[in-house]
């Protein structure tokens, strides 16, 4: 790993290939996921931000339904929701990883994520009136 600045790279930025999250500078590695996953495809965004691709049939708590009848619409959902799901847990270092891949959709990640490493919106918050102040 070659150093610059006592930041750790490495790899180049790519525009395929995620930005690697450390564990540090999460808002940097937000920003650079953000602009990667909108460049890709702006419906992994909002997949990733809104959560889960709709799914149709209720089974107890759970819905599903079989792959077998999805239309050709559900079944492009599905792949940008595993291509996405793909594309945030490539970007995290194996030790990231553990802390999120138990979600079972990309809004939990992300909402985990940004938790740990931002804060809940009050502790955000305070912060910044600490800066404004």
């Known amino acids: 790993m070659a150093s610059f600045k006592n930041v750790e790279i490495d790899q180049g930025l790519s525009f395929t290939r995620p930005p690697v999250f450390h564990g540090s500078n999460f808002a940097h590695w937000r920003k650079l996921m953000e602009i990667l996953v909108n460049d890709l495809d702006h419906e992994l965004w909002e997949i990733i931000i809104n959560g889960d691709f709709a799914q149709m049939v209720k089974e107890g708590d759970k819905i599903m339904k079989l792959r077998s ?39 939990e990640v992300w909402d985990i994520l940004n938790t740990i490493y931002e804060g809940t919106t009050q502790v955000r918050e305070s912060k910044i009136s600490l800066y404004v102040l």
């Open 69 to 107: 009848v999805f239309t050709e619409e559900e079944t492009e959902k599905v792949g940008k929701y595993y291509r996405v799901l793909n594309i945030l847990f490539c970007g995290l270092n194996y030790s990231e990883f553990n802390c999120v891949s138990t979600c079972d959709t990309t809004k």
